[in-house]
């Protein structure tokens, strides 16, 4: 089992940056790969990006390639996303998520989810 801890969220002003970092519990973190997903209120959950258990390869959604980055520690048991430039649209209740082995962008196949933390981007 593996329990997840999303950090970093808050206000930033649009055109700013956050770092969301979530912090893993349990064995065999390298075993897993990690998503982040993010939900804004009276929307579906939708896919942010997500990064393959060594860490080498990554898959963004069309709206935020080239502004966050995805990267993970599997020394820190620790997945984190780099986030630049952001907007207005990108304000939501960010989550990250663990699935054995290969990368996904789809929800319904991670196993195990933080709480979510706040993203606000104001104008």
């Known amino acids: 089992q593996v329990q997840l801890v999303e950090f970093g969220g808050g206000l930033v002003q649009a055109g700013g940056s956050l770092r969301l970092s979530c912090a893993a519990s349990?064995?065999?973190?390298?075993?897993?790969?990690m998503g982040w997903f993010r939900q804004a209120p009276g929307t579906e959950r939708d896919f942010v990006a997500t990064?393959?258990?060594?860490?080498?390869?990554?898959l963004y959604a069309d709206p935020v390639k080239g502004r966050f980055t995805n990267s993970k520690d599997n020394a820190k048991n620790s997945v984190y996303l780099q986030m630049s430039s952001l907007k207005p649209e990108d304000m939501a209740v960010y989550y990250c998520?663990?699935?054995?082995?290969?990368?996904?962008?789809?929800?319904?196949?991670?196993?195990?989810w933080g709480q979510g933390t706040q993203v606000t981007v104001t104008s």
């Open positions: 349990g064995r065999a973190f390298e075993n897993y790969a």
């Open positions: 990064i393959h258990r060594d860490g080498r390869y990554t």
């Open positions: 998520a663990a699935k054995p082995k290969t990368i996904a962008s789809m929800g319904a196949l991670y196993v195990y």
